[in-house]
């Protein structure tokens, strides 16, 4: 009796070992389910943005019920579709990256993976979906010029904004909080430039605060970072209002970017440089218009000539 039993086990162990070989054999000489299968490669679950889920699909060679999960290595983290029946042909999915917690998936490589309920077969689609949830960070932005006249004179036309990130990203820059610029390229240095205008026209003259976020091509976004003001201009003199004797010289402060300014002052004409315009006020008191003029803009100014005591 004792050597009988080690007998019927080897023939046990040889008649499933040769069960699960002529299993694996058919299996490899079937023909497969899916003929094709393609899946986007990186996206963001949190990022809240048309990335904010992945999509894939597969083309079934025949009419299959089929129940389709995704795996991180070999553990279920979702399911997508339970027990569900297609036609022949391409079924295009989507996964949303969150699990059924409500919990988004964590940072990593995952795959579709698509059970065939009537066969007991599961195929795993060769795609890799990558899940990234975090933000790159900003080492630093620099705005210039912070006066800005966007006028098509070529002078103070273009803002820059020089960066630098932590990993590799696409630079944003945020004018009175909407978007107006990106970078051409992702990286971990580069330049954004912006031309001034807003549907082809130039913003409004005044000051602009300006912010600058990071994206990656997950689609996640760094916190907005204040990085100063920009003061659209074009001519503008620092003072509304200048008080002067009769006879006297006063002086005002003119800012513009056109290199040569023309300026109208009680029936007197002439040209200047941007900087201080120095004028003489008339001897008959009384009030008068200052205007200063350049490359299609100008500003006015208004003159009160009295006698001070």
Known sequence: MSRVLPTVLIVAIVAASALALDRSQRLRFERTPILRSSAGTLFSPVCECPRDSVPFAFELRQPETVTVTIRRNRDRVDTVVSNRSYPAGWVRLRWDGLQPNGIAAADGSYRPAVHFDDAH??????????????????????????????????????????????????????????????AARPGLVGTVRWNGLEDGRPLRRGPHPLAFVAEDAAGNRSTPQRIGTMTIRYVVLARRLVSVGPGERFYILVSADAPRLAWRFAGRSGHARPGTLVLRAPRTTGRYRLYVSGAGHADAATVKVERIR
């Open 121 to 182: 077969r599961t195929v795993v689609l060769p795609s890799a979906i990558q899940v990234d949830t975090q933000a790159p960070g900003v080492v630093g932005a620099e705005p210039k010029p912070l006066l800005l006249s966007p006028d098509g004179d070529r002078h103070g036309d273009v803002l820059t904004v020089r960066y630098r990130l932590r990993e590799r990203g696409l630079g944003v820059l945020l004018v009175d909080g909407e978007r107006r610029a990106a």
